[in-house]
């Protein structure tokens, strides 16, 4: 696409640590333009510079100019909305953007759920998105909800689907150590983290105890048959910047040796629909020989941060097998998810090229 035909989109929850994910993620994006950014009224009639305190780069000029809008789709065009924002505010706002025609592309937890909403990580599971059609027929919506998973479920789901499609999980132990950058901006203070674990992350060990059933589920008519696997979470918060680590043990249907398992996910490419796309990395992902990785600070920008890293695969003596993941809670967690799912969209046809508000 020319830069003219670029697709405009809006950005909703702009201001935050997501909504600027997105914006440095989309500047000279190929087939998006950010067109519209929103945020809560305290922001809204700003310019964005002045809006929001910038924390990763060079905030691109362009988008530094705009004018902050309120989340009202009467005062926002665009036909693409990626939503960054709060789940306090995206319950009401979320379905207000689908029911006037809009594609949402959301990063909250209030809709994953929903038994008609693709929770979707495409490599893993992009037929789920054949369910926007009993969406929009059960809602009478013209646009749709798609949303992407906890951040920590995303990394997990990643590193585990090679293993479920081929040896069938039973049961999933994960302790997570969780950056910083998850909890938002400015999030937690500094004084409760610096040289400091903090063992509980509000209702996070729920999020991942449900959602990963439903991505490793399997599409059957209009709707997800769940993975029939059980997860025991435990959610630490760690001084990591960027970058969710996850220790797992697991038990399998069919147990594999630790070199099978190692072979399964080195060979792991993911669905066909997705390779080729802007924001697809070369390997979604990557096993690590060495004894001590991957480690945040040196593995979270590998695939500009969309590739998860996997290690330490080996024999585990109260389940089957054991190892560690990591990836990148800003950008495959969140908002770089978002946008390959709608690069899947669009791909498909389901967001035509010719988009506009
Ligand atoms: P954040 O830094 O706290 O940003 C929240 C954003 O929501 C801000 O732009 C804020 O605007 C806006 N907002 C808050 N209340 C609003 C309202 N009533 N109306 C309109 N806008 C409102 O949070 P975040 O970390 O970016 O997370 C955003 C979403 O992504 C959350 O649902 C979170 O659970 C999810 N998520 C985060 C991560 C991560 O790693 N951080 C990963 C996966 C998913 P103002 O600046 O105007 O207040």
New binding site residues.
């Given amino acids: 696409m020319s830069t003219a035909e670029r697709i405009p989109v809006a950005i909703l929850?702009?201001?935050?640590?997501?909504?600027q994910t997105f914006i440095r993620l989309l500047d000279g994006h190929p087939w998006f333009r950010v067109a519209e950014v929103a945020?809560?009224e305290?922001?809204a009639g700003k310019r964005y510079a002045e809006a929001t305190r910038w924390i990763e780069g060079n905030l691109p000029a362009d988008v530094a100019a705009l004018t902050v809008k309120p989340?009202d789709p009467a005062q926002l065009s665009s036909p693409v909305v990626f939503s960054?924002?709060?789940?306090?505010?995206?319950g009401e706002?979320e379905p207000a953007f689908a029911r006037a025609g809009r594609m949402v592309l959301s990063?909250?937890?209030n809709f994953r759920m929903e038994p008609d909403v693709p929770l979707v990580i495409p490599e893993v599971n992009a037929p789920h998105l054949g369910l926007i059609a009993a969406q929009r027929a059960t809602r009478g919506w013209t646009g749709a909800i798609v949303t992407n998973a906890?951040?920590a479920a995303t990394v997990t789901a990643m590193a585990m689907a090679p293993l479920h499609e081929r040896f069938g999980l039973k049961s999933v132990f994960v302790a997570t150590m969780q950056a910083i950058?998850?909890a938002?901006?400015p999030g937690v203070p500094s004084l409760d983290i610096l040289g400091n674990v903090i063992p509980y992350i509000g209702d996070e060990e729920p999020k991942i105890e449900r959602e990963m059933q439903k991505m490793l589920g399997r599409l059957v008519g209009t709707a997800i048959e769940p993975a029939p696997f059980v997860v025991s979470a435990h959610a630490n918060r760690v001084a990591v910047e960027n970058g969710h680590t996850v220790c797992l043990s697991m038990a399998f249907e069919k147990r594999p040796s630790a070199e099978e398992a190692i072979a399964a996910i080195r060979e792991w490419r993911g669905a066909s629909e997705v390779r080729g796309l802007p924001s697809a990395p070369d390997i979604p992902l990557r096993y690590r020989d060495e004894p001590d990785r991957p480690q945040p600070r040196r593995d979270v920008a590998d695939g500009r941060g969309m590739t998860v890293s996997v290690g330490r695969v080996r024999e585990d003596s109260i389940l089957h097998l054991r190892m560690v993941a990591m990836g990148h809670?800003?950008i495959r967690?969140?908002a770089g998810g978002s946008i390959l799912n709608a690069e899947v969209l669009v791909k498909a046809g389901v967001i035509p090229r010719g988009a506009r508000g």
């Fill in positions: 929850g702009a201001t935050g640590a997501v909504g945020a809560s305290r922001s989340c960054a924002l709060d789940a306090g505010a995206a706002l990063n909250a937890k906890n951040c950058s998850g938002g901006y809670n800003t967690g969140a």
